[in-house]
């Protein structure tokens, strides 16, 4: 896990420096920017979605089945005796 540590510390670092010189500045046209994130968006989604189906998750209470488990009495309670 070390190495993913000093690769975002040099992604960072590399980012911020270039930041400085304008060759770099490069215009980006706004609609390209959000068309990439709803992609991202519905890809990432579409995999959780899925994920969720697949082990019958419900994320709504309205859908969820309600476990009543034995509920502990004052001897259970209690620490055994030798």
């Known amino acids: ?3 993913s540590k000093y690769s975002i510390v040099k992604a960072f ?3 911020f420096v270039l930041t400085f010189f304008s060759v770099f500045d490069v215009p980006v ?3 390209i920017l959000l068309f ?3 992609v991202l968006f519905t ?6 979605i ?3 189906i697949k082990y019958r998750y419900v994320p709504f209470s309205f859908g969820k ?3 009543n488990g034995k509920r ?3 001897d259970d309670l209690t620490l055994p005796k030798d």
């Open 1 to 3: 896990m070390e190495w």
């Open 13 to 15: 670092c590399i980012a």
């Open 29 to 31: 046209f706004w609609p």
């Open 36 to 38: 990439y994130w709803v």
């Open 43 to 48: 890809v990432t989604m579409k995999r959780q």
């Open 50 to 52: 899925l994920h969720m």
């Open 65 to 67: 089945q309600r476990y």
């Open 72 to 74: 502990a009495s004052a």
